[in-house]
């Protein structure tokens, strides 16, 4: 369980003060992109080891959420990762896609509830 201040927002913990193995500069780069590809109103949320410190290296997973359907998810959750990871030097970047037509998987639910919201 991640450590450090929190706050609950819309039915999730947001964490505060929590670093990530990411620079501020890639997060704002994962977010736009996101934005640009669905809307203003996406959630992004990094999960998995790049949320541990104590890890070193590791791919990039990202969750991607958004209120309204995805028509092609293969082909949306392809460009995100495709665009994140030519602007990380061709880090690995796995993106799970979470939208009201899309079936809820466990991996899901443990990204939610690991992870830090961008």
């Not at 999730?12 to 996101?34: D, G, H, K, P, Y």
């Not at 994140?84 to 443990?110: C, F, T, W």
Request: proline residues 4%.
């Amino acid at each position: 369980m991640p450590t450090g201040r929190s706050f609950w927002q819309s039915g999730r913990r947001v964490w505060l003060n929590r670093s990530m193995r990411l620079t501020t500069t890639q997060i704002e780069f994962i977010r736009s992109t996101a934005q640009q590809l669905l809307g203003e109103r996406v959630r992004v949320t990094l999960f998995g080891s790049r949320v541990d410190d104590a890890k070193k290296g590791g791919d990039v997973d990202l969750l991607v959420e958004t209120p309204e359907a995805i028509a092609e998810p293969a082909l949306l959750s392809a460009r995100i990762a495709s665009r994140v990871s030519r602007a990380m030097y061709g880090r690995k970047v796995d993106v799970i896609l979470k939208a009201p037509n899309l079936l809820a998987q466990p991996i899901h639910e443990i990204a939610a509830r690991t992870g830090v919201l961008l």
